[in-house]
Structures are given as structure tokens and as C-alpha cells.
């Protein structure tokens, strides 16, 4: 079994951009983050993105309202963000709370700035194959298969999960990549029969440990996504310790998807500085 570190994937992305962000200066191109309220996942990635950002010699923003802040709140710190000229990138955290009206804010987000993908403009240009940002963390994932040679083409993909941050666009992506692709979600009635298919398992559902060792065929490659809370610790949609030996390789959680999914942050604030 081959453990498939996100380090080594981010190092090597990091190591090219590098160089492409000295030559423009230190604290030049510069990332927002819109936080809003109090989810675990967004925050965790907050303080990871800030981090991330600020190592890598950009400029970062934080931008957080309270749990209880109105609709027109959160519009005025997007809007003031959107016409921060000296703001390359908005990242919107989500979820965010749920008398916030998401859907409405997304297509106030200046799709230049969008870098991860969340307006329907960018939802267009992507899913038409026409370029645009595309979610960091659907890239994370074909980054991990790229990096490690794993090969897609001719492959039967099973993706559980279908939301608009990873579910599809990953689809979509190995679709691209010539998998065959099958889409599993919360109405899926024989998801274990399903997940048995894939030669490459992408786990994004949600739920901890949902993905057990009897649903995964022998050899398969397995993507975990998740991030969830079990019993006061960080853990994958996938049950690491039982599916690791059926795997022929699998991403750790923590250490996997989600240290790539900053790098990818990475390389699309520096696409919008440069558009
Ligand atoms: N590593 C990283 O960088 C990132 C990790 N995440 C993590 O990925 C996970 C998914 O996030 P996100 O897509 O935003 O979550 P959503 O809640 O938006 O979507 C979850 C999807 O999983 C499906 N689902 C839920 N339960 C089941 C089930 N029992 N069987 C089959 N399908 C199911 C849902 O189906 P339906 O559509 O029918 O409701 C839905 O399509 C979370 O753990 C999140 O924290 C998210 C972003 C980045
Ligand atoms: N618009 C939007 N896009 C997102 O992609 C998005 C979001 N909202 N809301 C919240 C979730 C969660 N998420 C994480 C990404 C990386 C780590 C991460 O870097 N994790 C490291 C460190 C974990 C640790 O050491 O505890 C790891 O997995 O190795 C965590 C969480 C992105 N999300």
C-alpha cells in the first residue's frame, strides 16, 4: 500500500510557483478570506490558508463576522473586498450560517477574484471546458493522481458526494481525464455495491468513516476528502485503518487532500493577480 502524502504533492507545486512570486515581490499578491460564523471545518481551513499565505510571501486578508451577522453585513465586507483593488483573490468560507443566503452572495463575488470556483460564471466556463477557476479542492485531488502517476484514463471512478465545491467538479475533471464515472450520493440505494466498482474511490460525502473495508474492491485507489470530527479528533469519510489494507494506495486524514487544497489556493491566487 502506498500511503499518498499531500506534502510531497503541495512541495512540488510550491517549489515552481515559487519562483514565479519572487520575481513579483514580497506581499504583493494578496488573498481575502470571508469567515462567517462558527463551523469547524471553515475555521480550521482559515487558519491553515492564513498560514499557508503567509509563508509563501503573500499578503492575506481575514475578513471574519460573527455568527450572528445579517445578510447586508456580509454583502458590505464582500463588496468592500470585491473593490479592494490591492485584493487579488476572495475566498468565502463555507458553510456559513444558515440565515445567511449563500446562493445570493456567490454571484456578488467578482468572478476575477472567485478562486475557488464558486460563481456560476466560473461554473460555466468549467464545466463547459473553457478554462476559468475551478474548486481548489477538486484540483487537490487530480493533483494527488497526477503527482503520483496514477493513472485515470480507462478507469472505472466512483465519486460519493455531489455538491458544487468537489462532488462534481471532480467528476467532471476525471470525466475529462477519460475515467469512467460514476456519481454516488444520499439517495444512492446500493452505494456499497457501487464504491465496489471503482478502481479509484473519491470519497467526499461528509461522514466519518462511512467508507468501509468490505465496500472497496482489492487494489483499488482511494481519495478521501472528508474532513470530520470523531470522538475530539480529525478523520476521513474512509476508514483508514481497515480499507489501507485492500488499498493499493490511499490518502491519509489529516495529510492528505486537504495540505494540497492550500497549494492549490496558492496557484489560483497568483492566476487572478495575473489576469
Ligand atoms: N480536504 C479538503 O480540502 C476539503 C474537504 N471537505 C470535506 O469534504 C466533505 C464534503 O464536503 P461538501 O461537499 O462541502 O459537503 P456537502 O454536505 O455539501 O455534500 C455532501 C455530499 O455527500 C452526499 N452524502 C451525504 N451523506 C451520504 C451518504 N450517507 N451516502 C452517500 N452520499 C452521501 C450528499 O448527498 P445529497 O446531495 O443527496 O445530499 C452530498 O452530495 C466534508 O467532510 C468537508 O469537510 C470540503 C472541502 C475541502
Ligand atoms: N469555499 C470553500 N472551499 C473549501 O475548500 C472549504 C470551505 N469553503 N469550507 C471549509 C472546508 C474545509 N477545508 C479544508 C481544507 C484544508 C484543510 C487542511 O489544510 N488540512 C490539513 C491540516 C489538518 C490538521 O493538521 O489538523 C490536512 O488535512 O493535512 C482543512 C480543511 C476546505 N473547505
Redesign the pocket.
Known sequence: MIELRGKAVADAHKAILQEKVAAVGDSVITMAVLLVGEDH?AHM?ATFMEKTAKNFGYGFVLKQLPETATQDEVVAALQELNNDAAVHGILPL??MPKHIDTEALIDMLDPKKDIDGLTTYNIGLVTAGKGGFAP??AK?CMAILNHYDIPVEGKHVVV????Q???KPVALMTLGAHGTVTM?????PD?AEQVKRGDIVIA????AH?ITADMIKPGAVVID????ELEGKTVG?VDYEAVKDIASAITPVPG???SV?TTMMLEAVYEAYHA
Open positions: 471545518g481551513y463555507m458553510p481548489c479542492t487537490a460519493i458526494g455531489r455538491s465545491v468537489i462532488g454516488c450520493h444520499s439517495r444512492t452505494l467526499a460525502a461528509g461522514r462511512m476528502v472528508g474532513i470530520n469519510d492528505g487532500v486537504g487544497t
